[in-house]
């Protein structure tokens, strides 16, 4: 049961490879996939999206326990559709860019959850602090086509995102919902 699931919230869109079931090769298509992050500011729902990550996966729902996945999310891609904005998740008290460029998850074990859901486990971290978390992911392939879709709520005070004046949750909310969306093709 050992996989390896790297990302958050958060590396380079581009280049994503996974390797779909069986042993074939797969291709993020990067139009298609997305990563993103949702609080509440105020008690409004703000969401941002993660413009640059890398994944790497390797799954066969008649095998989950064999499949492996990396995800790593460059956190100062994140964009909430203002550039002042961004600058300021990138800085020291959110995200703290500079020094922690990137978000991952490593995932240690795959299991079936019921029909095509399953249970990825695996260390999340980002500005350095890890966190055991397990994920729910719902797969689905069409011929040589997989979309994994998942979603993770996370506490962001248990990674240091928003410190100082922001460390306050009833300003924004300690609760963040990581989604992703990603599709990928064997070649």
């Known amino acids: 049961m050992k996989v ?71 956190v100062g891609s994140y964009d909430l559709g203002d550039e ?9 008290d959110w995200f703290d860019a500079k020094t922690y460029p990137t978000a991952t998850f490593v995932s240690s074990a795959i299991a079936p959850a019921g029909g095509n859901q399953f249970k990825v486990t695996g260390k999340l971290t980002i500005k350095g602090k890890s966190q055991t978390v397990v994920v729910p992911v719902t797969v689905t392939q069409q011929g040589a086509t997989q979309t994994f879709d998942g979603s993770l709520p996370i506490k962001r005070s248990q990674f240091d995102i928003g410190t100082g004046e922001w460390k306050d949750t009833s300003v924004v909310a300690d609760d963040v919902v990581i989604k992703f969306h990603i599709v990928a093709a064997r070649k």
């Open 4 to 74: 390896s699931f790297y990302r958050y919230m958060l590396a380079a869109f581009a280049a994503a490879s996974l390797t779909a079931a069986g042993s074939a090769l797969a291709q993020v298509d990067v139009a298609k996939s997305s990563v993103t992050a949702t609080s509440k500011q105020m008690n409004v729902p703000v969401e941002g999206k993660f413009g640059k990550f890398t994944a790497q996966v390797k799954f066969d729902p008649a095998k989950p326990a064999d499949g492996s996945a990396q995800f790593s999310i460059d």
């Open 84 to 92: 002042s904005y961004n600058d300021q998740v990138r800085g020291k």
